[in-house]
């Protein structure tokens, strides 16, 4: 069993920067792919950004870039994402998510129903 814990939520300005995190801990961490989504109030969990293991590897939908940065510490279990000019539309619950394997593939990083394990989110709110 993998358990992740995402930090670094809360309330932020519009235009403001926010960087969350996601530690993994039990299990052997190791061979795991990671990704970010976020779920706003009524809409479906959507996907942010993905990262491999081997190599650090970044996916996103161009949408998200260059506003969204996803980066990991193999050494700490930890992975990042690194918000930029938050608008209100980012206000949303934003989870972190492991997926066993060595995954090369933005279709698979950026399928919800691929992932093995997911924390319990941390909600993000831009707001003045």
């Known amino acids: 069993q993998v358990q992740l814990v995402e930090s670094g939520g809360g309330l932020v300005q519009p235009g403001g920067p926010l960087k969350l995190s996601c530690t993994a801990s039990g299990d052997a961490f190791d061979g795991y792919a990671m990704g970010w989504f976020r779920q706003a109030a009524g809409k479906e969990r959507e996907f942010i950004a993905g990262i491999t293991w081997h190599g650090g590897v970044t996916f996103s939908p161009d949408s998200k870039k260059p506003q969204f940065s996803i980066s990991r510490d193999t050494a700490r279990n930890t992975v990042y994402l690194q918000m930029t000019t938050l608008k209100p539309e980012d206000t949303a619950v934003y989870y972190c998510?492991?997926?066993?394997?060595?995954?090369?593939?933005?279709?698979?990083?950026?399928?919800?129903?691929?992932?093995?394990?997911w924390g319990q989110g941390t909600r993000v709110t831009v707001s003045s």
């Open positions: 998510a492991a997926m066993k394997g060595d995954i090369f593939s933005y279709y698979i990083l950026s399928d919800v129903a691929r992932y093995d394990y």
